[in-house]
């Protein structure tokens, strides 16, 4: 039976080395949402976890991360050590992959849909809405307060290549700078961001976890570092915390010791910059008699076909599934229709995911990589 104490409680465990600090067998009785690799440590087949999130398998082969083998050689890992009770949670953009593969059969699963995060407060959270924002476990904690937790405890998100550049796990001894890797670290691959681009990276994630817990404020952070990076939830210890009869009273003691400072807008400055320069290249596009796709229907190719100066203007987006010959501006077509369509210039509305669209656009459909536009 689960442990009373914590029935309507989750602990999310991510495979940053300091749990290799902590006793896990100690959530054996306890929610658990395990987040990636954390299938490889030793004490995971015991723990069981309730739920297992999974890594986007399309989205690392479509920016060239891995090759299709080598994530689905990963997942295998993952299918064949998964306790069969465990709910996967995984991207709905994989099910093709999964099911060709046949994984995860005898599990239930959970499909999840990304969207791109706008940098503001997070006000609604569902399964289709899920703002990417890069790591993992923020996904966790996003699927931990969708599922209604009244607490939420989070382990293993160190951060710790914040200062050093170098990811570390509990399940290996080696590291690895700015690479994934399988068991035996056989899938190396080279690194593709600097220094400026990972620290951005860190504070857009930092801003996004405050905002989750903003969101109710009842995430906590049990990391065994006592001085951790992740300092946007209040700090309480592990094993205070599972061994006492008054959860209550640490986490109110804890709480009211915890200090959050407000949110950084340098973000949301660099986004108004961005923004003027879009809106200044839209206006500076060819007049009329110019055809133009728009890829992606969402908020930001919206803004852009309103300021667009001519009509000749249609959307793609792969979420719809309208083909069709005779082509009406006010619909939105599948991304399969494009060939159906005449145009000069496609211009990618989906900011944060260029890489991986112009991959698919030039790769499945065979479009000239200049007839598309990013900004």
Not at 112 to 128: H, K, P
Not at 244 to 261: A, G, P, V, W
Request: charged share 25%; glycine share 4%.
């Amino acid at each position: 039976m689960k442990d009373a104490k914590f029935e309507h409680d989750c602990f999310v465990v991510a495979p940053g080395p300091s749990v290799n600090k902590q006793n896990l067998k100690l959530l054996s009785d306890k929610n658990v949402i395990a987040v990636a690799g954390l299938f490889r440590h030793q004490d995971y087949n015991h723990i069981k976890p309730k739920y297992h999130i999974w890594n986007k398998l399309k989205f690392h082969i479509d920016i060239g991360h891995y090759t299709e083998k080598e994530v689905i050689d990963l997942t295998k890992e993952l299918h064949n050590a998964i306790d069969k009770n465990t709910i996967v949670i995984l991207d709905i953009e994989d099910k093709v992959l999964i099911e060709k593969y046949n994984l995860f059969v005898n599990n239930e699963i959970i499909w999840r849909n990304y969207i791109e995060w706008n940098e503001l407060s997070i006000e609604n959270i569902d399964l289709y809405t899920n703002p990417i924002s890069g790591l993992l476990i923020e996904s966790a904690i996003y699927m931990a307060l969708y599922f209604k937790f009244e607490n939420i405890f989070v382990l293993g998100m160190d951060k710790d290549y914040m200062c050093s550049g170098v990811n570390s796990y509990c399940y290996n001894s080696s590291s690895i700078a700015n690479v994934g890797f399988s068991k035996n670290g056989q899938y190396k691959r080279k690194r593709l961001w600097d220094s400026e681009t990972i620290l951005k990276q860190i504070t857009r994630s930092l801003s996004k976890l405050k905002m989750l817990y903003d969101y109710k404020k009842n995430i906590y952070n049990l990391n065994a570092n006592k001085n951790t990076y992740v300092d946007v939830f209040p700090k309480v210890d592990y094993n205070m915390l599972v061994n006492s009869h008054n959860k209550y009273e640490i986490l109110r003691i804890e709480t009211n010791k915890f200090f959050q400072m407000p949110m950084i807008n340098s973000i949301r400055i660099d986004y108004s910059i961005f923004f003027s320069k879009c809106y200044n290249k839209v206006l500076s596009f060819p007049k009329p008699k110019t055809n133009y796709i728009i890829y992606g229907n969402g908020t930001f190719g919206k803004i852009v076909k309103s300021i667009m100066p001519h009509e000749k203007t249609i959307f793609v987006d792969i979420n719809s599934d309208l083909i069709s010959n005779e082509i009406e501006y006010s619909k939105v077509y599948s991304v399969k229709n494009i060939e159906n369509i005449e145009y000069d210039l496609i211009i990618v509305s989906v900011i944060g995911r260029e890489i991986e669209v112009i991959k698919m656009l030039t790769n499945s459909f065979g479009i000239e990589r200049e007839k598309i536009f990013t900004f």
